[in-house]
């Protein structure tokens, strides 16, 4: 147990802060220029939300931000002959077990405190109730009429999805480190791979892979499915 709060405490520092910035930039950035229009038009705060993954590029940063907090801690250990005083006290697999725990908590904090502050940015910048016509749409689709009885759950599957997502991505960055002995390998592997994916996704045996990753990249491609048009 000591070990694990000793791993989370390093797993909560600098580079978790820098993947907490880095997820909240793009979302920031991407409803400037429709700002006017946005305040014009009296968009509400969750179409101001969901506007945001669409238009940005966070769906492209968050594979690698969720690899910044911890997934390189390994390779630092070995680096700093730490890796040899860990194991020696606790075993390699309650070492393995710590370091993969620490890793996903903090990859899946990094992402939901990204998304819940701006979230409250979206809420203080477009205080309006949901314009009428919109609720015709659709209406029939169970997240769509989630989102107008219970935002509030709506809002907690989003951001759910998207945690198992990072928690998914961080965790294979951290397991490539054991084999591949160079950090920004591991940083980029999330990206590079479903980028690979994607590159091959035109063949129908690859197509079946793709269509996981996909799923997997992260929620927020659910989120502009689900009555966020």
Known sequence: ?????????RAFGWPWIFAVVLMWIPMVLSNTESFPWMFAERIDSTSAFINAFNKSAIL?????????PFARSYLQDIHSGAIKYAIARTGRAQYAAGKFAANAIASAAAL???QFVFLIFCILCFPYPDIAYRQVFEHDEVMFALRYSAPVLYYAILLGIQIVS?????????????F???QYIVLCFPFLLFTLVSS??????????????WLVYNGNLLASQWGGQ
Request: contains cysteine.
């Open 1 to 9: 147990m000591r070990h694990f709060r000793n791993e989370l405490r």
């Open 60 to 68: 492209q940063v968050s594979l690698f931000a969720v690899a910044c």
């Open 112 to 114: 939901f405190f990204s």
């Open 166 to 178: 990072s928690v998914a991505w961080s965790s294979l960055a951290l397991a490539l480190s054991c």
């Open 180 to 182: 591949v002995p160079n």
């Open 200 to 213: 091959l996704s035109a063949h129908p045996a690859v197509r079946k892979v793709f269509d996981a990753c």
